[in-house]
Nanobody
Framework: QLQASGGGLVQPGGSLRLSCAAS????????VAWFRQAPGKEREFVAVRRLSGGSTYYGDSVKGRFTISRDNAKNLVYLEMNSLKPEDTAVYYCAAGTPILSSSRSETGFRFWGQGTLVTVSS
């Protein structure tokens, strides 16, 4: 039901914008988030935009560089990524759900997931 796109190869210091589209689901009714999984590592929280109040939270490693947003009219969620580093290389997943505040950074709080899009940061 969710499809992430926009990944690719980018040089260190560059930027990318990931998009997440939904079918059969309206993002304006859910808290939305991005997670990522680097090779050989567990999936980790990147960013969340809560349904209630629109508050946003970010993982420490991306704070100040990444921005999560949504376009309700287009039913899209974005992840704007700037100042990319090689350690940002991962498969990025979008997710939607109704987690309570304390679970907003946990995979278990999200019911719907996209298939992932690969971001490679390398010179």
């Amino acid at each position: 039901q969710l499809q992430a796109s926009g990944g690719g190869l980018v040089q260190p210091g560059g930027s990318l914008r990931l998009s997440c589209a939904a079918s059969g689901l309206t993002f304006s009714r859910y808290t939305v988030a991005w997670f990522r999984q680097a090779p050989g590592k567990e999936r980790e929280f990147v960013a969340v935009r809560r349904l209630s109040g629109g508050s946003t939270y970010y993982g420490d490693s991306v704070k100040g560089r990444f921005t999560i947003s949504r376009d309700n009219a287009k039913n899209l969620v974005y992840l704007e990524m700037n100042s990319l580093k090689p350690e940002d290389t991962a498969v990025y997943y979008c997710a939607a759900g109704t987690p309570i505040l304390s679970s907003s950074r946990s995979e278990t709080g999200f019911r719907f997931w996209g298939q992932g899009t690969l971001v490679t940061v390398s010179s």
